[in-house]
């Protein structure tokens, strides 16, 4: 194939981004919470070394610990206009949705690549495709091992069960190991999480280092077997229904097997110290697991930590964005948990994006061959050539 430099001429051309290098434009986020940023100068400096450029919005990692100078030296270049910047580049990359309101800035035909909330951004997604934007959104990767590397709801997940304990330990007015001291022992604090996937499991994981007693629950069958591994108790609801929905995620269950889980969570609920929720379905609000008749029976001092604060909540009081205390218990509505982590966050972020990048390139990774054949671009693809292409985002 024979390989064609970034020329800005180029850009009215019909798929004029096909079998060039690209010129990537790293953006400065402007979401509210969004301390990431989109790619790391030592992943930066990857894309160069493969043959690409890569132009940085103007303290666009500075929030997460990458200053411009870190860029500079790994080959960026950095602008600070970022209209002369969404013109210029043929490939934009975000953490966040990009911002409506900018999508006629883009170049016609450029490629962007972000996660995109496909399921909130149906306005979105029409002005993408009526401007002739190829736009994919990252967190619709399928599980399947091929994709693993690119998972960026693994990586930012992970990052945020960790975080949430952390939080939670900070927030709680005890400690959590237990302490035996000449003064009198301190007795071991109980964490519940509730939601036991990729967040939860690192929850667990980090609860049981901090020395707490802790204890999961799920709906998906599978989970406890994970849950035992790491040494944490299953709380097991009665019921003859599993939440194994599809690509390993949960489905919506029965109000039946609510009404079960209620009663189970209501019971355990009392003797906890701190909760981490991290329950969601994709593509629907959060299901709601504590209620506030639920919150007025846990003991004053107790700390819930809501990961699904701004899907609806796992808890009914949770306010996204902000602390609240209510009953006597201090509720956190977390909001975008592993921008709280960002440097770590964006440099995991970035080698997903990176992966994913290279299987969209030949195979010397130094010009886009899209297949479009591919699972993987399937899954994620939004739009191109004018229209929504995704199949569950068509019809909107
Ligand atoms: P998620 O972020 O969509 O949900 C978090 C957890 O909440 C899930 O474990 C889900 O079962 C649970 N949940 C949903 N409704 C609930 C309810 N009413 N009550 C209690 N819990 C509820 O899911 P996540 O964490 O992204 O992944 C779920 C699973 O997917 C993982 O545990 C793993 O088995 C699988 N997975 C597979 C991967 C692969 O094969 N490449 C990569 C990552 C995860």
Not at 44 to 52: C, F, Q, R, S, T
Not at 129 to 137: G, P
Not at 284 to 297: C, F, G, H
Request: proline share 4%; hydrophobic share 40%.
């Amino acid at each position: 194939m024979q390989k064609k430099h970034y020329n800005t001429k180029n850009l009215d051309q019909e798929l004029c981004w096909k079998k060039l290098t690209m010129l990537f434009a790293v953006l400065k986020e402007n979401a509210p919470h969004e301390k990431r940023v989109s790619l790391t100068p030592d992943v930066a400096k990857k894309l160069i070394e493969l043959g690409h450029q890569v132009t940085v919005e103007s303290d666009a990692g500075k929030e997460a610990g990458y200053p411009n100078s870190l860029y500079e030296k790994a080959g960026c270049a950095v602008e600070k206009n970022r209209a002369d910047l969404l013109k210029k580049a043929n490939g934009v990359l975000t953490v966040a949705p990009f911002p409506e309101e900018e999508v006629t800035k883009l170049a016609k035909q450029s490629l962007l690549i972000g996660m995109q909330k496909p399921y909130q951004s149906a306005s979105l997604l029409k002005k993408l495709a009526s401007h002739k934007v190829t736009s994919f959104s990252l967190e619709l990767a399928p599980r399947i091992t091929r994709a693993q590397s690119m998972d960026v709801l693994s990586s930012q997940s992970n990052l945020a069960g960790y975080k949430a304990v952390i939080d939670a330990a900070s927030e709680f007015g005890r400690a959590l190991p237990l302490m035996m001291t000449a003064a009198g022992t301190i007795p071991a604090a109980r964490v519940l999480i509730l939601g036991a996937g990729v967040a939860g499991l690192q929850a667990i994981a980090t609860a049981r280092r901090l020395g707490a007693i802790v204890s999961a629950y799920d709906v998906r069958a599978a989970s406890k077997e994970q849950v035992e591994s790491l040494g944490a108790t299953f709380v097991s609801v009665e019921a003859n229904e599993t939440g194994e929905g599809t690509g390993g995620y949960a489905k919506e269950m029965s109000d039946a097997y609510k009404k079960a889980q209620e009663e189970k969570l209501k019971e355990v609920l009392k003797t906890q110290d701190i909760i981490i929720t991290t329950a969601q379905i994709p593509g629907k609000p959060a299901p709601v697991l504590i209620t506030e008749a639920m919150v007025k029976t846990m003991k004053p001092g107790s700390v819930i930590i809501d990961l699904a604060a701004e899907s609806g909540g796992n808890c009914a009081l949770s306010e996204s964005g902000k602390t609240v205390t209510k009953h006597g218990v201090k509720i956190v509505g977390s909001a975008n948990m592993p921008s709280r982590i960002a440097t770590d966050a964006s440099q995991l972020y970035a080698k997903n994006l990176l992966n994913f990048l290279k299987n969209l390139m030949n195979k010397e990774g130094n010009a886009l061959e899209i297949n479009w054949q591919d699972e993987i671009v399937t899954a994620t693809g939004l739009t191109h050539d004018g229209a929504i292409i995704h199949p569950t985002f068509k019809k909107d």
